[in-house]
């Protein structure tokens, strides 16, 4: 864990984009703040291989509105996340506040990415059933329990999950979920085939997780752990995993 207590920049990351033939990227909130948002939105205007934001914002918040009229000008600012996999109460993503906030994005041009863990699945597919068509992605698989090699119950809800045709599915965060020291690429078979035959190759999308991804494997191996799956697919599959879904998804003009 120590390998990633300290400030990670653009600047670290360009030649690991360039040495794994990556264009470009998004990046996405780690902290709840308008600060960070707004420090995000710096760094794309300064880094042009920064394609997109995913920001905060408070969503259960009576000056909503507000805010969002004020991004509209933010070019770069695609969506926002909420870090609900903190959060301690049981029916956080269903309460009236949030899912007032959450059926403005939309409207407003943002995607919605979901940041939850495998025992708030439930939570998720009742969250589904509430919400309009507002584009959502699942960070990390849900973070299923890989090390503990925990599927059935991850498995019926994520497929529960890819029935809302506005669901996506981001593929990331994977080795941080398993034996971070001893983990093999066959750990993760069962999880990215069941989230490929549940979404499809449209609504899949590759995510790095990175730096993150550094207390258990480095960049270069979360693709190869990825490729390993996808490689076996048509061309249009592959392109549409490693980057055609986020763009569709993300608003990303090639």
Same mark, same amino acid.
């Given at each position: 864990?120590?390998?990633?207590?300290?400030?990670?920049?653009?600047?670290?990351?360009?030649?690991?984009?360039?040495?794994?033939?990556?264009?470009? &990227?998004?990046?996405?909130?780690?902290?709840?703040?308008?600060?960070?948002?707004?420090? !995000?939105?710096?760094?794309?205007?300064?880094?042009?291989?920064?394609? #997109?934001?995913? #920001?905060?914002?408070?969503?259960?918040?009576?000056?909503?509105?507000?805010?969002?009229?004020?991004?509209?000008?933010? *070019?770069?600012?695609? #969506?926002?996340?909420?870090?609900?996999?903190?959060?301690?109460?049981?029916?956080?993503?269903?309460?009236?506040?949030? !899912?007032?906030?959450?059926?403005? +994005?939309? @409207?407003?041009?943002?995607?919605?990415?979901? +940041?939850?863990?495998?025992?708030?699945?439930?939570?998720?597919?009742?969250?589904?059933? +509430?919400?309009?068509?507002?584009?959502?992605?699942?960070?990390?698989?849900?973070?299923?329990?890989? /090390?503990?090699?925990?599927?059935?119950?991850?498995?019926?809800?994520?497929?529960?999950?890819?029935?809302?045709? *506005?669901?996506? &599915? @981001?593929?990331?965060?994977?080795?941080?979920?398993?034996? =971070?020291?001893?983990?093999?690429?066959?750990?993760?078979?069962?999880?990215?085939?069941?989230?490929?035959? &549940?979404? #499809?190759?449209?609504? /899949?999308?590759?995510?790095?997780?990175?730096?993150? &991804?550094?207390?258990?494997? *480095?960049?270069? $191996?979360?693709?190869?752990?990825?490729?390993?799956?996808? @490689?076996?697919?048509?061309?249009?599959?592959?392109?549409?995993? =490693?980057? $055609? *879904?986020?763009?569709?998804?993300?608003?990303?003009?090639?």
């Amino acid at each position: 864990m120590n390998n990633i207590k300290m400030d990670f920049m653009p600047s670290d990351l360009q030649p690991i984009l360039s040495a794994n033939n990556v264009s470009g &990227c998004i990046a996405i909130q780690a902290d709840q703040s308008l600060e960070e948002t707004a420090f !995000l939105l710096d760094l794309a205007a300064d880094y042009p291989f920064i394609y #997109g934001v995913v #920001g905060w914002i408070d969503l259960q918040s009576k000056e909503l509105e507000s805010y969002l009229e004020q991004y509209s000008s933010k *070019n770069r600012l695609k #969506g926002f996340r909420h870090i609900v996999q903190a959060e301690t109460d049981p029916e956080f993503l269903i309460r009236s506040s949030f !899912l007032s906030g959450i059926n403005k +994005l939309k @409207k407003n041009g943002y995607t919605y990415d979901l +940041l939850i863990t495998h025992d708030q699945l439930p939570q998720a597919v009742a969250f589904a059933k +509430l919400i309009n068509d507002q584009p959502v992605v699942i960070d990390h698989l849900a973070k299923p329990d890989i /090390i503990n090699k925990k599927f059935k119950v991850w498995a019926a809800e994520i497929e529960k999950l890819s029935k809302f045709e *506005n669901f996506y &599915c @981001k593929i990331s965060g994977l080795v941080t979920e398993a034996d =971070w020291k001893n983990w093999k690429i066959e750990d993760f078979e069962p999880y990215i085939e069941h989230v490929l035959n &549940c979404f #499809g190759t449209e609504r /899949i999308m590759f995510g790095s997780d990175w730096p993150v &991804c550094n207390v258990a494997a *480095n960049y270069e $191996q979360t693709v190869t752990i990825l490729d390993t799956y996808v @490689k076996k697919l048509s061309l249009n599959e592959q392109r549409n995993i =490693w980057y $055609q *879904n986020a763009a569709n998804f993300y608003h990303i003009k090639q």
